[in-house]
């Protein structure tokens, strides 16, 4: 599998998943623009890319501003002449607070992170995409595609859910242009994103706070890696996955298999 003269842009690129995508596309030949609204974290992931010889090019950007991805793509484009691949991963878990207590102002912060990041990711490179075809890969996740018992999530559930449709939006319109849209689904992954979650009156909603009761059926309730996640992006990303279009595959060793109230 190769991405050999191939141009990716990633967001959220400045850790976690994000960070994971863009060495591992780097390492199979892929130069990437590295896009994080932390201009630290996109800083050392572009390093370590240069690090291992490949190329890199860092953009600060907050995907829910519309000027800065457009200049980000723009940016991108100048620097390395085309585009192939684009990852929408760039998302927050947002506040955990039941429906009657979340503000709108903390739904909207979700929503724009997560589903309108997206689509002006996707928005925004398109237009280069259709000169050669390509592919997008928006990561999305377990939580509002196969499971809704984590107490308070109904704004992280109703993006990542809209995620899903977008992409199979997208896929369709875009088929002719050759350019496939697919869509990952993780489960639980080691990464910063819990430690920034902020949670709020979850004894009221009635449901489990916790996900799942037990364990991950795989690996004896091990957390998955980043460089999962990565590796199963290059292949979507790559001529391997050439006929494989408006799909969503999940990743998380079996864990949303065990419903909502755990193991059987």
């Not at 996707?122 to 990561?139: F, Q």
């Not at 996740?141 to 499971?147: A, K, L, M, Q």
Request: hydrophobic share 45%; aromatic share 6%; net charge negative.
């Amino acid at each position: 599998m190769s991405l050999q003269g191939r141009v990716a842009l990633v967001t959220g690129a400045g850790s976690g998943i994000g960070r994971a995508t863009a060495l591992r596309l780097a390492g199979l030949g892929a130069a990437v623009t590295v896009v994080d609204r932390d201009e630290a974290g996109a800083r050392e992931t572009a390093e370590a890319v240069e690090r291992g010889a490949g190329l890199a090019l860092r953009v600060v950007a907050d995907v829910t501003r519309p000027d800065q991805i457009r200049d980000a793509v723009t940016a991108a484009v100048g620097a390395f002449g085309r585009l192939d691949v684009v990852v929408p991963n760039a998302g927050i878990n947002g506040i955990r607070a039941p429906v009657g207590e979340i503000t709108p102002e903390e739904w909207d912060e979700t929503i724009a992170t997560n589903l309108t990041g997206t689509f002006l990711t996707v928005r925004y490179t398109v237009p280069h995409l259709k000169a050669a075809g390509g592919s997008v890969v928006v990561v999305s996740s377990t939580n509002g595609t196969r499971v809704f018992s984590i107490a308070g999530f109904s704004a992280y559930n109703a993006s990542k859910a809209g995620q899903v449709a977008f992409a199979k939006s997208a896929a369709l319109e875009l088929a002719r242009y050759r350019i496939r849209v697919n869509v990952v689904c993780p489960g639980a992954i080691e990464t910063n994103i819990f430690g920034t979650t902020k949670a709020r009156l979850l004894e009221q909603a009635g449901v489990r706070s916790a996900f799942p009761d037990g364990t991950i059926p795989l690996t004896g309730g091990q957390m998955g890696r980043p460089d999962q996640v990565a590796d199963l992006i290059s292949f979507l990303a790559s001529d391997a996955a050439s006929h494989i279009t408006g799909t969503e595959v999940w990743i998380d060793g079996g864990e949303s298999l065990l419903g909502e109230t755990g193991f059987p």
